[in-house]
């Protein structure tokens, strides 16, 4: 009798049954957990990044250089001096950013129109873009809502209404003139966006300063009137209105780009516009749409110093806001709830690094040095996995802009 479990040939006629497997088969990946590489890896980065700050803050205190000659004859001098500034400067700039509720206060509003100014760089990251413009369609946005905010004469809820939209409309006007030119022509976003910068920031912005209708009465600095009061935005202690629209407009921004129509058209094209267009889409359609949201994006960021704080248009007003943006939406890994931690990151940075300057004595510059290293860090994981040992995880996201061929 043959047992029952011996293999041998089929019989002549059958089909061979499948061969068993000797690995079970693998659970899928839930989809919630597939973020988590990413964010372990930014915070590697993020720690990384501090630990070099520290270094750089330890040798740039005059007690702890002054002890490097007799390092190692005695060691605890440099070593508590060195420790000692490293404590008191991220003392600093922890109590500085986030210590108080004036301090968070002022972080948010320092965040908000870097949250803005991102997502509009973001949006158009996700359709391919690489928007470099953010600084130009912010500085009209604020020509816009500037001008709205001292010359018209309206109740307070529809002044503050009419100058946002305002600002809106014209940072949505200067991008969209980029992605018609992509669009139409197919000028490279980056080389248009750029030209549109220098045009608004060194030619619109002085020549409109200069003339009658935008220049404060009385004063020779090209500088214009503030905004009436019926134009500022309302307030709760340090933190304007402006900081709850960045938050909704995250929000408006995710739900575009993941639950609308309009959102899978911009990922499809971001992902390939070949085959976008292929499919039927109209892939010029999407260019100038994502390039008017994230100068649109941009207008909003805009509002947040001129009605929020209450600034006159000047020269400087706009700051580095729209060149640090790219920055914000890089570090975010062009996602909306990527760009707001990156934003705030940045906000608490930039105000934090004013107080380690004011109570600890560190240089201003290492802000900028931390931020630097931050950036660097995140944009290079596989840096980061290989000097901090980590194991290598897939699923990471990419950032779809285009290089030059596109």
Not at 78 to 105: H, K, Q, T
């Amino acid at each position: 009798m043959t047992d029952a479990t011996t293999t041998g040939p089929p019989p002549e006629g059958e089909a061979a049954p499948p061969a068993a497997s000797p690995e079970q088969p693998r659970r899928p990946e839930r989809a919630g957990a597939a973020w988590l590489p990413d964010v372990t890896t930014t915070l590697a980065a993020i720690g990384l990044a501090l630990v070099i700050g520290a270094l750089l803050i330890g040798l740039s205190d005059e007690e702890a250089v002054e002890a490097l000659p007799y390092l190692f004859s005695y060691p605890q001098d440099f070593f508590s001096a060195a420790g000692r500034a490293i404590w008191d400067s991220y003392s600093a700039l922890v109590s500085g950013s986030v210590g108080d509720l004036d301090s968070i206060g002022t972080t948010l509003v320092r965040s908000a129109p870097l949250i803005c100014a991102g997502l509009g760089v973001t949006l158009a990251f996700r359709a391919g873009l690489f928007n470099i413009g953010a600084q130009g369609q912010l500085v009209v946005g604020a020509l816009f809502a500037g001008y709205v905010g001292f010359t018209w004469d309206l109740p307070a809820p529809i002044h503050i209404v009419a100058a946002v939209l305002a600002g809106m409309i014209g940072g949505a006007l200067w991008g969209a003139t980029a992605g018609i030119l992509k669009a139409r022509t197919g000028a490279h976003e980056v080389i248009t966006t750029i030209m549109l910068n220098y045009l608004a920031t060194k030619f619109l912005l002085n020549y409109l300063l200069s003339k009658d209708a935008f220049q404060r009465p009385g004063s020779d600095n090209a500088q214009s009137p503030a905004p009436l009061d019926s134009a500022i935005l309302p307030s709760l202690g340090t933190v304007h209105a402006g900081v709850a629209l960045a938050f909704l407009a995250a929000v408006a921004v995710w739900w575009l780009i993941e639950r609308s129509t309009f959102g899978f058209q911009l990922r499809a094209v971001g992902a390939n516009a070949d085959a976008a267009r292929t499919a039927g889409m109209n892939v010029a359609r999407v260019y100038t749409m994502a390039m008017l949201l994230a100068g649109l994006l941009a207008g909003l960021a805009a509002t947040m110093n001129i009605l929020g704080k209450g600034d006159a248009l000047s020269g400087g007003m706009a700051g580095t806001i729209g060149f640090d943006a790219i920055t914000v939406a890089l570090l975010g890994r062009a996602t909306p709830l990527g760009t707001v931690l990156a934003g705030l990151l940045f906000g608490a940075l930039s105000v934090g690094g004013v107080a380690m300057q004011a109570s600890a004595g560190t240089p201003d510059e290492l802000a900028y040095v931390l931020q630097a290293l931050i950036v660097l860090f995140v944009a290079a994981p596989a840096l980061v996995r290989g000097a901090l040992r980590m194991r290598g995880q897939g699923g990471a996201t990419t950032v779809m802009a285009k290089g030059w061929g596109s």
